[in-house]
């Protein structure tokens, strides 16, 4: 399932989904634009498994949850704990990350 989230409520999403995939992105972000058809493409690979897409600026607390300090950043979460993140524009980086918690 992919999704852009549209509140700062991803700490409830995390909490109540097995497994999530986050990308954190801004509209301003060219990498984050660049990653969004790959992004989406692992999603409809794993289509039981919530992906979502955080406006990194708006949210601030769902931010804090992976602690980004730089965009596009990828974070999966498993048991409601961050498990990886990485920060990259590359789908195979993107695709190894999520087959950690797959």
Do not use: H
Not at 35 to 47: H, I, R, T
Not at 65 to 89: C, H
């Amino acid at each position: 399932m992919f999704q852009e989230i549209a509140q700062d409520n991803l700490a409830e999403v995390v909490a109540s989904n097995e497994v999530v995939v986050v990308q954190y992105a801004a509209s301003w972000c060219g990498n984050c634009r660049i990653m969004k058809p790959k992004f989406k493409l692992l999603a409809s690979q794993n289509e039981n498994i919530p992906f979502l897409i955080v406006d990194a600026e708006k949210f601030p607390e769902s931010r804090k949850l992976a602690k980004v300090d730089n965009l596009p950043t990828f974070a999966t979460f498993k048991n409601g704990v961050l498990v990886n993140q990485t920060q990259t524009n590359k789908a195979e980086v993107l695709a190894e990350l999520v087959n950690e918690v797959v």
